[in-house]
């Protein structure tokens, strides 16, 4: 092959190439505004909330050793995940002589979720590395945990019985 032959066809393979690349690229326009009557959609998301555009907190009840003590959610998406699983009974063991652990049911949604967070008394969180609730009776340490997600607050009145509790009944509060 001639070298102006071998040029040639150099420049017919990259023609070629770039047409069938922008044909790809191209697509046809519907000639109706119309929409289509039935739409393929497929999602491997967790189930919506009941209600997916709450975002003020939410009232729970935790009942520990019998006792009942209120606590409040907060509006993000993770803690509106975790709503739909209540009422939820957990045993629960020590985690670091700061925490309460329990595994969850299924993991939470944390799309959206907030930046890591700290632990503090009080916060009932979703610890997402090993899909478990985390409910504080003491604070933990000072710098945020990756993947922690505060999902709300115990009052103040129910934290000092977390620390020795073995299983905890969490509900929507009437």
């Known amino acids: 092959m001639t ?3 071998r040029s040639a066809l150099g420049r017919a393979v990259t023609a070629t190439a770039l047409l069938l690349t922008v044909a790809a690229c191209a697509h046809d326009t519907p000639q109706s505004s119309a929409p289509p009557k039935s739409p393929a959609r497929t999602t491997t998301s967790a189930p919506a909330p009941p209600n997916p555009g709450r975002t ?3 009232n729970i009840r935790l009942t520990v050793d019998g006792r009942q003590t209120d606590a409040t959610l907060n509006g993000s998406a993770t803690a509106r995940d975790f709503a739909t699983l209540l009422p939820l009974t ?4 020590d985690f670091h002589r700061t925490e309460r652990i329990a595994d969850l049911p299924r993991g939470l949604s944390t799309s959206g979720a907030p930046e890591a967070a700290a632990g503090r008394a009080g916060d009932l969180a979703y610890y997402a590395p090993w899909g478990n609730l985390a409910v504080f009776y003491r604070d933990g340490a000072p710098e945020p945990a990756a993947g922690l997600v505060i999902l709300g607050r ?3 009145t129910g934290i000092a019985r977390l620390a020795t509790a073995d ?3 969490i509900e929507t509060a009437s």
Request: hydrophobic share 50%; charged share 10%; net charge neutral.
């Open 3 to 5: 070298p102006a032959a």
């Open 56 to 58: 003020t907190s939410m």
């Open 90 to 93: 957990l045993n629960l063991s």
């Open 154 to 156: 115990v009052a103040e």
């Open 167 to 169: 299983k905890v009944t």
